[in-house]
T-cell receptor
Framework: DTGVSQDPRHKITKRGQNVTFRCDPISEHNRLYWYRQTLGQGPEFLTYFQNEAQLEKSRLLSDRFSAERPKGSFSTLEIQRTEQGDSAMYLC????????????FGQGTRLTVV | AQSVAQPEDQVNVAEGNPLTVKCTYSVSGNPYLFWYVQYPNRGLQFLLKYITGDNLVKGSYGFEAEFNKSQTSFHLKKPSALVSDSALYFCAVRDPRTGGFKTIFGAGTRLFVKA
């Protein structure tokens, strides 16, 4: 069990560019979550997948954000036309089982938009 | 709407003393409650959870938490703090009535344990 892995760990991009992050969940976990965390705040829910189906999206997820989990395994989060306000830590987590099970988090991708 | 409040930005405690990190929530009904810890350059790690049953739940590293439905609180406690407990702690809530797996986190409390 290698845990949840995220790539890249750090990304610096110019405003207006597109970026894509990858998350590999724990292999047997069927649920995958994306969160965003800014300095001094707790993680904010962005979206959630059960297998390959995206079941819930936060209103925080503007049209510039899109997430996929094409085969129910890894997931990607793309941000188009990045803005300085997108600078944050993007966290991925996964879980398996009922609604009362805890999630396992990756170390995150830190995005800096300059 | 669901919400979680951690009223203290920072808690300072001397090593060997008991510690409490406070959490209150706003969810109707019977929520699922979680505590996570975040060490520098590491992902959030699960500490413990309350689902149902005994109001006192025990978790990793000697931590425990007490669920109080009347006060809508879920305070994290440890009888004897260690310097290595210094980290950022997050309380989180999930409302099973709304379905789904959306979890709402508090803003976090930084625990500083002095030797």
């Amino acid at each position: 069990d290698t845990g949840v892995s995220q790539d890249p760990r750090h990304k610096i991009t110019k405003r207006g560019q597109n970026v894509t992050f990858r998350c590999d969940p724990i292999s047997e976990h069927n649920r995958l979550y994306w969160y965003r965390q800014t300095l001094g705040q707790g993680p904010e829910f962005l979206t959630y997948f059960q297998n390959e189906a995206q079941l819930e999206k936060s209103r925080l997820l503007s049209d510039r954000f899109s997430a996929e989990r094409p085969k129910g395994s890894f997931s990607t989060l793309e941000i188009q036309r990045t803005e300085q306000g997108d600078s944050a830590m993007y966290l991925c987590a996964s879980s398996f089982g009922q609604e009362n099970t805890e999630a396992f988090f990756g170390q995150g991708t830190r995005l800096t938009v300059v | 709407a669901q919400s979680v409040a951690q009223p203290e930005d920072q808690v300072n405690v001397a090593e060997g003393n008991p510690l409490t990190v406070k959490c209150t929530y706003s969810v109707s009904g019977n929520p699922y409650l979680f505590w996570y810890v975040q060490y520098p350059n590491r992902g959030l790690q699960f500490l413990l959870k309350y689902i149902t049953g005994d109001n006192l739940v025990k978790g990793s590293y000697g931590f425990e938490a007490e669920f109080n439905k009347s006060q809508t609180s879920f305070h994290l406690k440890k009888p004897s703090a260690l310097v290595s407990d210094s980290a950022l702690y997050f309380c989180a809530v999930r409302d099973p009535r709304t379905g789904g797996f959306k979890t709402i986190f508090g803003a976090g409390t930084r625990l500083f344990v002095k030797a």
